[in-house]
């Protein structure tokens, strides 16, 4: 049995409770990296093969263990070509140096304007060409988002690129079908709509988002950062995020007041739930692949070359963010409906798929639709799991609604307080030890204030796990 270790967040199996997802941040700041991991994770697993999520961490310290433990480490990513990700890049590039066994990475992709200049990018070439080098060391090739990310590697003299798309458009295999059930929208259509705070802060996809709301009745803004997940569930406003109030995700808006807005900590409930709408819209690339791999017609508004270039391979209907904001009818949806056509997209998904398997074959992994059950058994597997809800606004103080919050946070407040008195026991044995050893007056003061520091530390560690939340979901219960 191949065992492969795989980056991501959790396991597609891992039912975990909402409170306990959004303390441990099993999305990885983005549910869309759960889109293209757990579709990995499903093409990868055969009768030969078991995939083990790493839960994210890119530990070099790890490598002697995954060494020994597995036979590859496989590494879907997404715009990890980005100033903010250097330092998580360069980690990860640490890990994969010291590693012996094969690297193959899935769907890399370089951020930048849509213009595709590389300017902004100089910055971090050395880390990216460290990373490329080393994952090349281990690999026959690296698997990019597009057009833009393959030229950007080329450029540096990397030949061994394959333009392969995400992961996870290869959900289902062979199999995307997408179509418009209705001829038009209409005023009672249902309309997701999604959008990143970058987009909405600065890029003018507020004002679409404010002509939509006025115009359908039942469309529903869909988040995907944790930070709006928090917002939702507990009305945590700590994040620097929560200054962009026009986000739908802020209490203050209208569609959050509303109840017009959801977050989604897997998969599974996201696709499922977009199956109902007739079109989706917005510039986040997984938030309307989530809507594709549901069947429903979507279309992105493009903000940079991240969306663009993945767009432009899958022949997803996209407009550019910049154009279309200039003219409020043409955001609007039953237009944006009207003007899509995904016939390319469907069309041509089956040569996509088989240059997809045959980038893995070359790397040496066996995929389940060619050398498995074509995921039966994990579609199996999935249908007996109950997953949580998407997470709803929290815009209520009954019972039930607090139940559960204070419940987690009860629970949180027992484990510090057993960690507490641990350290206590603890910093009392080695107290004890110290004083049979009859060291210095300097010492003892050493150990003195050590002893003291745990409990303050302990002490923070519960107001910010408990007093936060509940102080928010209070003022916001005055609302």
Request: with cysteine.
């Amino acid at each position: 049995m191949k065992r492969i270790l795989l980056r991501s967040g959790k396991s597609p199996y891992d039912v975990v409770p909402l409170e306990e997802a959004l303390h441990r941040d099993v999305i990885a700041t983005n549910s869309g990296n759960l889109i293209f991991s757990d579709a990995a994770h499903k093409i990868l697993e055969t009768p030969g093969a078991e995939v083990v999520s790493n839960g994210i961490g890119s530990d070099p310290s790890a490598a002697g263990r995954i060494n020994e433990e597995y036979d590859a480490f496989v590494v879907p990513l997404a715009n990890a070509f980005r100033p903010s990700f250097e330092a998580g890049l360069k980690r990860l590039t640490r890990l994969i140096s010291r590693l012996r066994i094969p690297v193959v990475v899935l769907g890399v992709g370089a951020q930048t304007g849509v213009d595709y200049s590389p300017e902004r990018l100089k910055r971090i070439e050395p880390a990216v060409r460290e990373f490329c080098a080393a994952v090349l060391e281990r690999s026959a090739s690296i698997g990019v988002r597009g057009e833009f990310t393959e030229q950007y590697l080329k450029d540096m003299g990397f030949r061994d690129v394959e333009v392969i798309g995400c992961p996870s458009l290869f959900m289902y295999g062979r199999e995307l079908d997408v179509r418009k059930e209705v001829p038009e929208l209409t005023a009672e259509s249902r309309i997701a709509v999604n959008g990143s705070h970058n987009a909405v802060q600065k890029q003018g996809l507020d004002r679409v988002v404010a002509r939509a709301h006025e115009r359908y009745p039942n469309l529903r803004f869909v988040g995907q950062n944790l930070s709006d997940a928090r917002q939702l569930h507990w009305r945590d406003l700590s994040d620097p995020n929560a200054e962009v109030t026009a986000m739908p995700t802020h209490p203050d808006h209208p569609m959050y007041r509303e109840g017009k807005v959801r977050v989604y900590i897997d998969p599974r409930t996201w696709i499922d739930d977009l199956g109902a709408f007739d079109f989706s819209f917005g510039s986040r690339i997984h938030g309307n692949i989530a809507a594709l791999l549901a069947g429903t017609p979507a279309t992105v508004l493009c903000g940079d070359s991240r969306t663009l270039e993945l767009c432009r391979y899958f022949d997803i209907p996209h407009r550019l963010l910049a154009e279309v904001v200039k003219d409020p009818e043409a955001t609007d949806p039953a237009r944006l409906y009207a003007k899509a056509d995904f016939g390319a997209l469907v069309g041509g998904h089956g040569e996509r798929f088989e240059r997809f398997t045959a980038f893995l074959d070359r790397n040496g992994l066996e995929n389940t639709f060619t050398h498995g059950d074509g995921g039966a058994a994990f579609e199996e597997r999935m249908r007996s799991l109950s997953f949580p809800p998407g997470i709803r606004p929290w815009n209520d103080m009954d019972v039930a609604s607090l139940t559960t919050r204070f419940g987690w946070l009860y629970g949180r407040v027992s484990e510090l307080s057993q960690d507490n008195a641990q350290l206590r026991r603890e910093l009392a044995r080695a107290g004890a030890k110290s004083a049979k050893a009859k060291t210095k007056p300097t010492a003892n003061a050493g150990a003195k204030a050590a002893q003291a520091a745990p409990a303050a530390s302990v002490y923070r560690r519960a107001r910010r796990v408990v007093g936060r939340p509940i102080k928010r979901a209070l003022q916001g219960g005055r609302q």
